[in-house]
T-cell receptor
């Protein structure tokens, strides 16, 4: 199943590094999401994009910077992260971002910040 | 703020037994309650959902019930099989124009053969 593809699968970075996570969806959807999954915590919504416009920013620190150049691609640019930012970052897509839609998740990027 | 409480955090059952996971939400305006299953090392996938205008929905061995008055909803899995072993997340969408799901903390279900 390759509807939503995330790269890289694993990433280790230092606190002073700059890196980017990539997500691509092949489902013809118009909405894309970033979620953070930490151990023993709920999935936390970070950002929502609908038709390449950011429609939700869930109080995420500025060291996380999303970019949605088109409806098929979503990036999360990372800089000066903290060790507590280590987590699984999941991308998802849905038809158009309206309420009550099914989310299609990618396999995630496991991020470790040293 | 909005939150969903999910219990238990871990659940171990014998193959063939039933499993029940419960979630409680706080916003009476919530109208959509999906359940996602995440197998080890894999992506979360929607397995069943229910909207606030119905009280129960079934799909083969899984069912979800909703009690709007008490603000809780439950996932029921009957005749459990080893492949049901996974982490199950409940969620609510508290409305608005954006698809903004609030997830529970997850339940690790282990089905013992």
């Amino acid at each position: 199943e390759t509807g939503v593809t995330q790269t890289p699968r694993h990433l280790v970075m230092g606190m002073t590094n700059k890196k980017s996570l990539k997500c691509e969806q092949h489902l013809g959807h118009n909405a894309m999401y970033w979620y953070k999954q930490s151990a023993k915590k709920p999935l936390e919504l970070m950002f929502v994009y609908s038709l390449e416009e950011r429609v939700e920013n869930n109080s995420v620190p500025s060291r996380f910077s999303p970019e949605c150049p088109n409806s098929s691609h979503l990036f999360l640019h990372l800089h000066t992260l903290q060790p507590e930012d280590s987590a699984l970052y999941l991308c998802a897509s849905s038809q158009d971002g309206s309420t009550n839609e099914k989310l299609f998740f990618g396999s995630g990027t496991q991020l470790s910040v040293l | 703020g909005e939150n969903v409480e999910q219990h238990p955090s871990t659940l171990s059952v014998q193959e063939g037994d039933s499993a029940v996971i419960k979630c409680t939400y706080s916003d009476s305006a919530s109208n959509y309650f999906p359940w996602y299953k995440q197998e080890l090392g894999k992506r979360p996938q929607l397995i069943i959902d229910i909207r606030s205008n119905v009280g129960e929905k079934k799909d083969q061995r899984i069912a979800v019930t909703l009690n709007k008055t008490a603000k809780h909803f439950s996932l029921h899995i009957t005749e459990t099989q080893p492949e049901d072993s996974a982490v199950y997340f409940c969620a609510e969408n508290y409305g608005g124009a954006t698809n903004k799901l609030i997830f529970g903390t997850g339940t690790l279900l282990a089905v013992q053969p």
